[in-house]
Nanobody, 122 residues
Framework: QVQLAESGGGLAQPGGSLRLSCAAS????????MGWYRQAPKKQRELVAV???????KYADSVKGRFTISRDGAKNTIYLQMNSLKAEDTAVYYC????????????????WGQGTQVTVSS
Protein backbone atom coordinates (compact mmCIF):
# COMPACT_ATOMS: atom_id res chain seq x y z
CA GLN A 1 0.00 0.00 0.00
CA VAL A 2 1.05 3.56 -0.73
CA GLN A 3 -0.16 6.59 1.15
CA LEU A 4 0.19 10.22 0.17
CA ALA A 5 -0.08 12.55 3.13
CA GLU A 6 -0.88 16.13 2.20
CA SER A 7 -0.61 19.15 4.44
CA GLY A 8 -0.36 22.92 4.30
CA GLY A 9 -3.78 23.82 2.99
CA GLY A 10 -5.90 26.47 4.58
CA LEU A 11 -7.17 29.99 4.18
CA ALA A 12 -5.19 32.73 2.51
CA GLN A 13 -5.98 36.24 1.40
CA PRO A 14 -5.69 37.29 -2.23
CA GLY A 15 -2.04 38.00 -2.91
CA GLY A 16 -0.96 35.78 -0.04
CA SER A 17 1.01 32.56 0.04
CA LEU A 18 0.67 28.95 1.11
CA ARG A 19 3.06 26.01 0.96
CA LEU A 20 1.69 22.52 0.42
CA SER A 21 3.59 19.34 1.13
CA CYS A 22 3.01 15.71 0.20
CA ALA A 23 4.93 12.83 1.72
CA ALA A 24 4.71 9.40 0.13
CA SER A 25 5.01 6.36 2.34
CA UNK A 26 4.61 2.62 2.03
CA UNK A 27 5.93 0.51 -0.80
CA UNK A 28 7.66 3.09 -2.93
CA UNK A 29 9.51 0.85 -5.33
CA UNK A 30 9.67 2.42 -8.78
CA UNK A 31 8.23 5.76 -7.57
CA UNK A 32 8.52 8.09 -10.52
CA UNK A 33 6.89 11.44 -11.19
CA MET A 34 4.83 13.23 -8.57
CA GLY A 35 2.57 16.21 -8.91
CA TRP A 36 -0.30 18.35 -7.79
CA TYR A 37 -3.79 18.51 -9.23
CA ARG A 38 -6.74 20.58 -8.12
CA GLN A 39 -10.50 20.49 -8.41
CA ALA A 40 -12.65 23.55 -7.91
CA PRO A 41 -16.42 23.44 -7.38
CA LYS A 42 -18.27 22.60 -10.58
CA LYS A 43 -15.03 22.04 -12.47
CA GLN A 44 -13.02 19.02 -13.54
CA ARG A 45 -9.79 18.05 -11.87
CA GLU A 46 -6.85 19.72 -13.57
CA LEU A 47 -3.09 19.48 -13.53
CA VAL A 48 -1.30 22.15 -11.53
CA ALA A 49 2.32 21.02 -11.64
CA VAL A 50 4.41 17.87 -11.98
CA UNK A 51 8.02 17.02 -11.28
CA UNK A 52 10.00 13.97 -12.33
CA UNK A 53 12.90 12.25 -10.62
CA UNK A 54 15.41 14.45 -12.45
CA UNK A 55 13.75 17.64 -11.25
CA UNK A 56 12.15 18.55 -14.56
CA UNK A 57 8.89 20.40 -14.05
CA LYS A 58 5.74 21.37 -15.91
CA TYR A 59 3.08 23.85 -14.89
CA ALA A 60 -0.41 24.77 -15.89
CA ASP A 61 -0.46 28.11 -17.69
CA SER A 62 -2.72 29.53 -15.03
CA VAL A 63 -0.09 29.14 -12.30
CA LYS A 64 3.17 29.80 -14.17
CA GLY A 65 5.21 32.46 -12.45
CA ARG A 66 3.23 32.12 -9.22
CA PHE A 67 3.59 28.49 -8.12
CA THR A 68 6.76 26.44 -7.74
CA ILE A 69 6.92 22.67 -7.34
CA SER A 70 9.95 21.04 -5.73
CA ARG A 71 11.09 17.62 -4.55
CA ASP A 72 13.39 16.56 -1.75
CA GLY A 73 16.58 14.56 -2.18
CA ALA A 74 14.94 11.28 -1.20
CA LYS A 75 12.40 11.85 -4.01
CA ASN A 76 9.44 10.86 -1.82
CA THR A 77 8.24 14.31 -0.76
CA ILE A 78 7.07 17.18 -2.92
CA TYR A 79 6.10 20.73 -2.18
CA LEU A 80 4.05 23.40 -3.85
CA GLN A 81 4.92 26.98 -3.03
CA MET A 82 1.89 29.07 -3.93
CA ASN A 83 2.45 32.82 -4.18
CA SER A 84 0.28 35.68 -5.37
CA LEU A 85 -2.80 33.62 -4.68
CA LYS A 86 -6.03 34.47 -6.45
CA ALA A 87 -9.61 33.60 -5.65
CA GLU A 88 -9.54 31.36 -8.72
CA ASP A 89 -6.97 29.17 -6.97
CA THR A 90 -9.59 28.04 -4.47
CA ALA A 91 -9.90 24.28 -4.82
CA VAL A 92 -9.12 20.95 -3.26
CA TYR A 93 -5.51 20.16 -4.08
CA TYR A 94 -4.55 16.53 -4.58
CA CYS A 95 -1.12 14.95 -4.52
CA UNK A 96 -0.45 12.39 -7.22
CA UNK A 97 2.27 9.80 -7.71
CA UNK A 98 3.20 7.71 -10.72
CA UNK A 99 5.14 4.47 -10.55
CA UNK A 100 7.21 2.69 -13.17
CA UNK A 101 5.83 -0.67 -12.08
CA UNK A 102 2.73 -1.88 -13.92
CA UNK A 103 -0.30 -3.98 -13.04
CA UNK A 104 -0.85 -7.42 -14.56
CA UNK A 105 -2.97 -5.62 -17.16
CA UNK A 106 -0.07 -3.42 -18.13
CA UNK A 107 -1.35 -0.24 -16.51
CA UNK A 108 0.94 2.01 -14.52
CA UNK A 109 0.31 2.25 -10.82
CA UNK A 110 -1.09 5.62 -9.73
CA UNK A 111 -1.98 6.89 -6.28
CA TRP A 112 -3.84 9.93 -5.06
CA GLY A 113 -3.87 11.75 -1.77
CA GLN A 114 -7.14 12.54 -0.05
CA GLY A 115 -6.85 16.23 -0.85
CA THR A 116 -6.26 19.41 1.08
CA GLN A 117 -8.52 22.43 0.86
CA VAL A 118 -7.08 25.74 -0.28
CA THR A 119 -9.36 28.74 0.08
CA VAL A 120 -8.39 32.19 -1.14
CA SER A 121 -10.77 34.82 0.14
CA SER A 122 -10.90 38.16 1.89
Amino acid sequence: QVQLAESGGGLAQPGGSLRLSCAASGRLFSLNAMGWYRQAPKKQRELVAVIDTDGLTKYADSVKGRFTISRDGAKNTIYLQMNSLKAEDTAVYYCHADFLAVTPQGRSYEYWGQGTQVTVSS
